[in-house]
């Protein structure tokens, strides 16, 4: 295994300060949760969303980030994720300001009073096609219950006015969103185009979204470099989390 992964066991995965079990999720730990965990702008977040949760990845990974004033509520639609959520969290360090919802976040958001610096989203992104083995996986990858416009919709009604909406998605579906965040009314204020290689263009965008206007920041960053070794901004952005690095 190379020295820049976190280490796999059966049932999940080891990271520095904590392990995460997904057996019992549809979607499990990828690249994805991880970059948008070790990307997302947390500085004088006191409280903070997780849309989509699953195994509790992001979610832990932003606790790590934070102070002990910071409370990380995690919104899960699926019972059995939500449950292992639930173990991860209260197995981390940070059990005591982790909290998982097994709810439906356009439900969620209607009842919920409080208001967010931060909220973030891995959210789904494929339009409805070929079958998935289960009903929860097509869920978590189908934009079916959750478009991106519905998200939108709930993070509006979840944002503090100075705070800032994030998510990671493939390029032309980032770009998607973008384009609609900006209709309703949201200002890009990150962007991180992200690309295998330096030979390939971007597949993954992070974005951060925000109701205020400010200044832009839009830069790139390659997975691997030339040698096909983790490159230093992958490796800059994620050695607080991966073990060996």
């Known amino acids: 295994m190379s020295q820049h992964k ?23 730990v990828g690249t994805d949760g991880v970059l948008l965990g070790a990307w997302a702008p947390v500085a004088g977040a006191r409280r903070v969303l997780d849309i989509g949760t699953g195994s509790g990845l992001i979610a832990l990974m932003l606790a790590q980030r934070t102070g002990q004033e910071t409370i990380i509520d995690a919104v899960e639609l699926d019972e059995q994720a939500a449950g292992q959520a639930q173990e991860n969290a209260q197995a981390s360090p940070w059990g005591e300001r982790i909290y998982i919802w097994q709810d ?4 969620w958001a209607q009842q919920c009073e409080h208001r967010y610096s931060l909220i973030v989203s891995n959210p789904p992104y494929f339009v409805p096609g070929v079958d998935c083995a289960t009903p929860e996986r097509a869920a978590a990858r189908y934009t079916t ?33 973008a384009d609609l965040a900006q209709q309703r009314g949201w200002h890009l204020r990150f962007r991180t185009d992200i690309s295998d290689n330096d030979n390939r263009p971007p597949n993954r965008v992070m974005l951060a979204l925000s109701p205020r206007e400010g200044e832009q920041f839009i830069d790139r960053m390659t997975i691997r470099g030339p040698d096909q070794r983790y490159s230093d901004a992958h490796c800059s952005l994620t050695r607080d989390f991966y073990l060996y690095r």
Do not use: S, Y
């Open 104 to 107: 439906d976040i356009r439900l």
């Open 145 to 177: 219950g959750l478009t991106h416009d519905v998200l939108l919709a709930c993070a509006e009604n979840l944002i503090a006015e100075e705070g800032f909406f994030c998510v990671i998605l493939p390029a032309a579906a980032g770009q998607a969103l």
């Open 6 to 28: 976190a280490v796999l066991r059966a049932n999940g995965f080891t990271f520095k300060q904590f392990f995460v079990a997904h057996d019992r999720c549809a979607m499990k």
